[in-house]
């Protein structure tokens, strides 16, 4: 069975800190992308980050980057996604996703989110 888990979201001030890590399980983890999504109260998805970890090749969208890093420690099949200065606006449940690509529209396995709220 497929399993993603994200877990590491927490309430942290406007300019602080978080790692977010999705915990996987049920697949060969070289043969998938793993991607971050996010979404805000009363917004639509959206994509944060994706890393493959075969060559571990990393995407960014513009929601944040410059103040996020996807990283992946294969050997125990988890994917990290540190988030610096975080503003009120990346307040949002954090879900990680896999599918053999980054760059596909739609995405394979899903896994519960996490809450990151940043209030002002």
């Known amino acids: 069975e497929v399993q993603l888990q994200a877990s590491g979201g927490g309430l942290v001030q406007a300019g602080g800190s978080l790692r977010l890590s999705c915990t996987t399980s049920?697949?060969?983890?070289?043969?998938?992308?793993i991607g971050w999504f996010r979404q805000a109260p009363g917004k639509e998805r959206e994509g944060v980050s994706c890393i493959s970890p075969s060559d571990g090749s990393t995407y960014y969208q513009n929601s944040m980057k410059g103040r996020v890093t996807i990283s992946s420690d294969n050997a125990k099949g988890t994917v990290y996604l540190q988030m610096n200065s975080l503003k009120p606006e990346d307040t949002a449940v954090y879900y990680c996703a896999a599918d053999p690509y980054c760059t596909d529209s739609s995405w394979q396995y899903w896994g519960q989110g996490t809450q990151s709220t940043s209030p002002a």
């Open positions: 049920g697949f060969t983890f070289d043969d998938y992308a």
